[in-house]
């Protein structure tokens, strides 16, 4: 396993793992935000399976899913389905050969590096863990992100 296929399943593990942390804690936690008018916690979560999504239809041309306003457990679960399944594209991806891939943004046709497309969905996604544990913590509530780091995900 190269480094990028170990950040991808490394990333695919966590998200797994992170969401299983917050369905533990009160339903309350998804209005949370770190101030007012900006992103909270259930719309962050949403940015992941979106963001995912979009990584997966750039490298695969498959389209996209609709919005999951996420405001409770439930829709915590379905966002996790979501995230898993494109998460899985993401992994296979990350296997092939580096090489660019061109798809449609908004603004026309684009292209990009596999590679480029790959590490930044492991740097998105952890940029915004790191701002639902912050977040979490202004509250009163613990995600200690260190228990799902790459040590943890090779030592399993």
Same mark, same amino acid.
């Given at each position: 396993?190269n480094?990028?296929?170990?950040?991808?399943?490394?990333?695919? @593990?966590?998200?797994?793992?992170?969401?299983?942390?917050?369905?533990?804690? &009160?339903?309350?936690? =998804?209005?949370l935000? #770190? *101030?007012?008018?900006? @992103? *909270?916690?259930?719309?962050?979560i949403?940015?992941?399976?979106?963001?995912?999504e979009?990584?997966? =239809?750039?490298? !695969?041309?498959?389209p @996209?899913?609709? &919005?999951?306003?996420?405001?409770?457990?439930?829709?915590? *679960?379905?966002?996790l +389905?979501?995230?898993?399944?494109? +998460?899985?594209?993401?992994i296979?991806?990350?296997?092939?050969? +580096?090489?660019?891939?061109?798809?449609?943004?908004?603004?026309?046709? #684009?292209?990009?590096?596999r590679?480029?497309?790959?590490?930044? #969905?492991?740097?998105h !996604?952890?940029?915004h863990?790191?701002?639902?544990s !912050?977040?979490l913590?202004?509250?009163? =509530?613990?995600?200690?992100?260190?228990?799902? +780091?790459? @040590?943890?995900? !090779?030592?399993?």
């Amino acid at each position: 396993m190269n480094g990028l296929e170990k950040s991808i399943a490394h990333m695919a @593990w966590s998200n797994i793992k992170i969401f299983e942390e917050l369905v533990k804690l &009160p339903e309350s936690i =998804y209005s949370l935000a #770190a *101030n007012k008018g900006e @992103w *909270n916690i259930g719309r962050l979560i949403y940015h992941f399976v979106e963001a995912s999504e979009w990584y997966s =239809y750039c490298l !695969t041309q498959i389209p @996209w899913g609709e &919005p999951i306003e996420v405001s409770n457990h439930s829709k915590l *679960n379905q966002s996790l +389905d979501r995230l898993h399944k494109s +998460d899985l594209i993401l992994i296979e991806q990350s296997k092939l050969s +580096d090489g660019w891939v061109s798809y449609k943004d908004e603004h026309g046709e #684009a292209n990009s590096e596999r590679s480029t497309i790959l590490a930044q #969905a492991v740097t998105h !996604t952890a940029e915004h863990k790191g701002q639902i544990s !912050t977040i979490l913590k202004v509250h009163g =509530y613990d995600l200690n992100l260190d228990l799902f +780091d790459v @040590w943890g995900f !090779t030592n399993q």
